[in-house]
């Protein structure tokens, strides 16, 4: 059970209340009306946690766990033991990620507005708007319905968020238009200039960052991580796109939907990543590039050419995944033959 | 043109005032009292526009361009389509950059002290400050005159900022002296302790860090970028140095005059970083090396040696870029042979 | 001598003061009695000063070093110069750091609790904790005795912080058990949610992050480094674990006693680091991994294995680091010899 001085159950759930939300089925011979009251894994579960098998990795641990209730891939169902109630998924992680939203709806605090925040009176503000202290609001903010913005977060003129947003401690957005459902982590950093400037050994001279950041909705973007905006064309994330901690998005980026980039990925100024496409942690993108839908780039590679979509990558700089193997496969090889006298 | 709800365009300007702020000249046959009132690219710019032509890439934007006036190099004038005014510069894009900055002043808001920002009865500001709201500026501290600290920033003891210094929302400072017409963004760290520790198994040993961070004039400093201060020794950024955004600085290091680090790169402590250095995202400088003037180091590179005055180098340890070139054309043509039995 | 507007010396020490806190001997011959009042390397220490010798490579120094005492190894006793009280220490340099402490001790301010803190009644205090400007403390915190936060930091709710912690300016903790001796630097984002999401191209399905960060005593997490809340599990930071700037901890991770992290290292999630690891900048350490007790990961490294505990691993994928530099020697070789006709 979750620590409960930071996490709070809502209240128990029936298997068909979870199986309606989720979309799981339940399983021939499973209790509809069975209730479960948290979430457990495998191994730390009882008979009043709901938990799920998805990883081959922890079959022995599915095959004696004590749970009440399990989601569970087709394939695996025959496998649990007597007096587990199955629910039946072809995603059984997913449907565990939106039954344990059940169980631990987002503590969203009531609507209030700190009195120690400062908000200019030309900001609007929708219905049920959490401000907290030491917040500071500029003129011409538009908050949506039901924004949550955290203690010491700035947000400067005419910035837009949509409904349900939320902006985490000590974060700062400027010169951004944002959708809804878009959760900013603590310390990010939106809106601020790009790295433009026209080299010059008398003194680098500035060049005015004109474009603004686009983020569609249902983004996440991680701690302290920075997202500049554009120089003239707008940086955009798009729709559904998760951005972890530490993460560099440089002026005139465009990230498509439904990206997944891992911490301290960078991504060089006026690169495309198209939709879908996977990032592992600290890959380098340099600039002026595309990286085609879906294309997968393994941690720390560099990538410096166009990627074509679907492709998996890695190396530095980064070459198909397959020639990365063989090339560190063939290295080993020669050192070995080189010892051998 | 630029969103109007974040920039605002200051007046028109003639062709004769660009070119007198700039030093790029009125091309024969040019109208020198023609006027434009903002900036675009290429392939945007109408005939209130000047635009600038400086990437052969865009060569065939600039053959049709409608801009009303355009910054070129001298070898390129001749290619103008008619009608555009000309302003022809060596160095179009710096040209570019000086004549936007005109179009686009710094939105400094008017000199004002929030009444919501914290300082200290013994701190010296000069004329024309602003300081927002949730600003904290702590004893004896001394801001120039035209200074800017965004909300929330956090500026501790004895810290002294030059003239029209700007420090970023959320930005904190300490042990701490900074030169004239310095930017620090938001969330940047300057001046805290280095990492410094007498290692030992039952436990660590802190060495007090003793020195300062100091920044000369014209330096820029990016979002989340950390600077340690100096552990006896000073930390030292030089003079128009430019940082991107999360870019580690560690103690004892001493940058030169005019140098670019982009975002992520990380200087180990005590490395000497000579002038006009340019570095690439996400490189590594291991410590107590010096990096020779106008060195470049590629994106990533991982620099465990001294490095020549002018030598450009990449790699994992970093070498000569031609080394490293061939190296990696070496390995591809090993793989191919291989394959080919 | 240290800059007196940011370092303030204690009161004069003498030798057996000196001796008697870093149980470094008085060598024969040298006064017990001798006091100096300040720290200085070796080249500029004078007659007043204690310095210390630890690395040959300062040894021409040593030879003529004017200062009036000197920590040195046995073995190095012997070189010094005529004149100079020696003070022999197996380890000189944390002999060094303990003596220097002594003449700096950390500068904290007098207890206090600013009226402009945010201070939910419900929290805790110890005695004589300092709490600056802008804080915000939540409902159920509690701080040990001489807890000192720094100014805008947000502490949420229930978070506990044992005795002597100090939080940096616009840090933020959430979801966190933190022991007593604890340093948290400026804009370190410790305990939000951790990457955890079910991918789904319909939009990907948030996991619910219902663990906490527990970090043990005498831990230092550097300037905007991040530490991510456990998933179920927690992310643990163990005793006298030092961590620098701009890190990345994901959920999950356990870190144990004494390692060293370097700046802008990344651990991904469930990665178990055993203790009295050391890991160089920008090191990468993907998910689910064990590193062993005592293993050195050099700078740059990509760790996609377990590593066997005491092992020095280098490259991407690391290796072990003989293999990494023959491979790198091997590499070499074969370019030259294709160069030769």
Known sequence: ??????????????????????????FKGSDASYTVSDVAPLDKAGPKDLSFFDNVKYKEQFLVTKAGACLVSPAMAAL??????LLVSKSPYKAY???????????RPAGSVSA?????????????????DGV??????QLGDGCWIEPNAVISRNVKIGAQGRVGANASISHALIGDHVRIYPGA??????????????GHVKVPQLGRVIIEDHVEIGANTTVD????????????TWIDNLVQIAHNVKIGKGCIIVAQVGIAGSTVIEDYVAMGGQAGIAGHLRVGKGAQIAAQSGVIQDVP??????????????QFLRQAALLKRLIKKEKAP
């Open 97 to 107: 990620a939106l039954a344990a939203q059940m169980f631990y709806p987002e503590a």
């Open 189 to 202: 950093r939106i809106g601020q200039d790009g790295f433009g400037l026209a080299i010059d050994p008398a």
């Open 229 to 240: 905006r554009g120089s003239g064309p707008d940086t955009v994330i798009g729709q559904g």
């Open 116 to 132: 120690r925040a400062s908000i200019h009176p030309s900001a609007k503000l929708g219905k049920g708007c959490v401000i907290e």
């Open 1 to 26: 059970m979750a620590d409960q001085n930071f996490f709070q159950t809502a209240r128990p759930l029936s298997l068909k209340e979870i199986s309606s939300a989720t979309k799981a089925e339940i």
């Open 80 to 85: 649990a033991p007597k007096g587990v109630n």
């Open 309 to 322: 979509a679907g492709e998996a990558q890695m190396g530095y700089p980064s070459m198909p995944l397959r």
């Open 136 to 141: 500071v609001i500029a003129e011409g903010v």
